[in-house]
């Protein structure tokens, strides 16, 4: 069964760290490239971060500096190490694989939430 499943969201104080993870199965998660996105209430998904096949990554203007993007290919997980956190980051946090010329793979999401 393909499937993303990310994991390690929650509640973090403003100026604290969170780390998500998404694990694949399913997939040979290798040889794909793999994003963040985040969904804010009443706003649209904004690309949080982006990390290739060959490991280069891009980020969102509003993360650039205090988030970072990982893979760990051997565990079929990738990561998100978010540090700084403000309030303005809580959103529901998506990650996908793509493959040119296969569907996109999306996880279900996980909650955070940045409140003292």
């Known amino acids: 069964q393909v499937q993303l499943v990310e994991s390690g969201g929650g509640l973090g104080q403003p100026g604290g760290s969170l780390r998500l993870s998404c694990a694949a199965s399913?997939?040979?998660?290798?040889?794909?490239?793999m994003y963040w996105y985040r969904h804010a209430p009443a706003k649209e998904r904004d690309l949080v971060a982006g990390?290739?096949?060959?490991?280069?990554?891009n980020y969102g203007d509003s993360v650039k500096g205090r988030f970072t993007i990982s893979r760990d290919n051997a565990k079929n997980t990738g990561y998100l190490q978010m540090n700084s956190l403000k309030p303005e980051d809580t959103a529901i946090y998506y990650c996908?694989?793509?493959?040119?010329?296969?569907?996109?793979?999306w996880g279900r999401g996980t909650q955070v939430t940045v409140s003292s």
């Open positions: 399913g997939i040979v998660f290798a040889g794909y490239h």
């Open positions: 996908k694989a793509a493959l040119t010329n296969w569907a996109d793979v």
């Open positions: 990390i290739t096949n060959t490991g280069r990554t």
